[in-house]
């Protein structure tokens, strides 16, 4: 029973879920920055050939934004 608790309340098994928190915001946060920059490019594109030269998969990332 006495080792239950400390299980519950130690430190060092506490500190686990956060690193887990901290690879999936990480993580999260490499997506976003990924799908920011293909749409950035789907712009760049748009501001020097025009509307007319995207592609329908360009056009769906734009319209999901």
Do not use: W
């Not at 506490?14 to 749409?39: G, K, S, W």
């Amino acid at each position: 029973m006495f080792t239950f608790f400390r299980n519950i309340f130690c430190r060092k098994l506490r500190a686990h879920p956060r690193v887990a928190a901290d690879d999936f915001e990480i993580a999260y946060n490499r997506q976003r920055q990924q799908r920011q920059q293909e749409v950035d490019r789907i712009l760049d594109k748009i501001s020097a050939k025009g509307s007319a030269s995207l592609t329908k998969k360009e056009r769906e990332i734009l319209k999901k934004r």
